[in-house]
């Protein structure tokens, strides 16, 4: 399970919320039974202006979901179901947000 990859939500109670799930753990550790993800959800299901740092856009299939980096969790390998998209790309972007967390800045 790659680093910055998109998986599909395989939780059946949370993913009509968090469709998707953005890997960020790194592959170091893949003999872990456990991932640290950032859940992803639609932008349209949120009436508050994003922060820019904090929750970035991502564009999947068509659609805008916001990178809900304050709700970063671990969760077992089983949930994170099939490979969406690789978002190495936006490894800086992704970093960043995860430091604005933790030092506000």
């Known amino acids: 399970m790659s680093q910055f990859s998109i998986y599909a939500n395989a939780n059946a109670s949370t993913k009509s919320m968090y469709p998707y799930l953005l890997n960020v753990q790194s592959s170091l550790l893949d003999s872990l039974d456990t991932r640290i993800v950032i859940p992803l959800s639609l932008v349209s299901k949120f009436n508050d202006k994003p922060i820019s740092n904090l929750t970035p856009i991502i564009s999947i299939k068509g659609s805008d979901y ?40």
């Open 66 to 105: 916001i990178l809900l980096t304050a709700q970063m969790a671990g969760v077992h390998k089983k949930n994170l179901g099939s490979l969406i998209l690789d978002l190495s790309s936006m490894r800086q972007t992704v970093i960043s947000a995860i430091d604005f967390l933790i030092t506000g800045f």
